[in-house]
């Protein structure tokens, strides 16, 4: 029997509260993240946090998941106002979401990566915005890379053809802009637009959105779970829209690299998954074979990059890189297995 999760309750004096904030018995703004292995991301993170915190009242939510990197511990000596929950086992992203979103308490409810920055007023511009949009079930910002240029966040739902064109790399081409269809790359996240999928490393919703829709689906471990989340809100008639109200900064998927080669077939399972649920059998068996295809074209081009080259450094990146890719492929029978649609045969994360 798995030991359940221990809570830590504390409220956090974040800010003072907005003009309208006395006529509501919870915070505006509850901040969930979910963490495994990311403590120094993490502490910046919640300075972040802390810090952005002004005209709104918030409380702070931090599930972690079963790290070993003393990132909980961290939590309780230098963030003592914070809500530790602490999962005994790596329950991923979306299981880990639900857990915050049961002690969450905020009118309004932030799912935000712990790799991330938050800059200046987003988080009491996000509230006001939602307070000005009451059709609007979720918003996200804009996101920026680690050196300040754009990161593509929100897109469209994954589909077989937006999967083909990213693996192919047709995607990246300039034209014709039907090609960049899934990112929407020739949109500069400068202006107010409806989008199907809001990013899920900074995604603020109602508590009357999750109530009506419930939590995120716990069968997604990695990728995936927050499309069918945004799908499942936009089945319901919420708006979903991206709004440029203010800015964070994302290092995208510090502890996502850390799984390797199992954080590829966990990202794969979420494809899967996703498009077996929503587009039927047919196409998710398409998307298995398509994801198949894509781990063997590029196991062989680093085959045959190593064979080639005579250069010993990048003999070794290939090496390295074919490597990783026979690693994946002797273990994508586990895929489908991942995703929830047949029994694995091996477990663990």
Known sequence: MTPPMSVRTARVPAAAPSPGAARW??????VILVSWNTRDELQACLESVVAGVRGISAELVVVDNASSDGS??????????VRLVRSPENLGFAAGC???????????????NPDTIVLDDVLAATVQYLDEHPDVGAVGCRVLNADGSLQLSCFRDPSVLNTFLSVTGLAKLPW???LGREWMTHWRRDSERDVDVVTGCYLATR?????DVGPLDAG????GEEADWCRRMRARGWVLRFAPLGEIIH???????????????????????????????????TMSFLLWVHAVSRAAGFWAVAAA?????????????????RRVLKGYREVRGLAGLRPATTTGT
């Open 251 to 285: 290092l995208d998927g510090v502890a996502g690299r850390k799984l390797s080669e199992r954080r590829d077939l966990l990202g794969m399972a979420g494809l899967v998954r996703y498009v077996d649920h929503h587009d039927g059998r047919l196409a998710g068996w």
């Open 220 to 223: 997604y471990f990695f990728c």
């Open 309 to 325: 080259t005579r250069n010993g450094e990048r003999r070794h990146a290939a090496t390295v890189r074919r490597d990783h890719c």
């Open 72 to 81: 909980a511990a961290m939590v309780v000596d230098r963030f003592p106002e």
């Open 176 to 178: 014709p802009r039907f």
């Open 207 to 211: 508590r009357e959105v999750v109530e």
């Open 25 to 30: 018995s919870s915070p505006d703004l509850s």
């Open 98 to 112: 639900n857990a915050g979103l049961e002690v969450a308490t905020g009118r309004y409810v932030l799912l935000l």
